[in-house]
């Protein structure tokens, strides 16, 4: 009786680990093909230049309030008028670090940026 007192709190904790590993699998594989997510945060333009073969290609990030960051994947063109520092709100499906968009809303009510932000100060 007393070998299954001592072994009780390791098969408890045994179990406990076990279902938090089953939920964080669910969890993500909800994110990367079930259910969408909605991420709020703040818009991050990049322009990248390949002057080689004189083609440029912008990139977009949304640096999610809860500190995440995600590249984000359009399936069309993506929005114009898209800027480092405007807040949005994001529809989408995660998959690792790139979240693919279904929907993007700016948010109407946010300030705009002033003219350099992110940009290094001389």
Request: aromatic share 6%.
């Amino acid at each position: 009786m007393n070998s299954l007192l001592i072994k009780w709190p390791v098969i408890v904790s045994i179990l406990l680990a076990w279902a938090g590993l089953l939920a964080n699998v669910t969890a993500s594989s909800q994110e990367a093909g079930g259910a969408p997510v909605v991420v709020t945060g703040r818009l991050e333009v990049q322009v990248i230049d390949n002057f080689n073969q004189g083609i440029s290609t912008m990139v977009y990030f949304l640096h999610a309030d809860n500190g995440s960051v995600y590249e984000l994947q359009f399936s069309g063109s993506p929005p114009e008028h898209l800027s480092t520092g405007q807040r949005a709100t994001v529809t989408g499906h995660v998959e690792s670090n790139k979240l693919r968009v279904d929907n993007l809303k700016p948010d109407p009510d946010a300030i705009m940026p002033a003219a350099g932000y992110g940009m290094a100060q001389r």
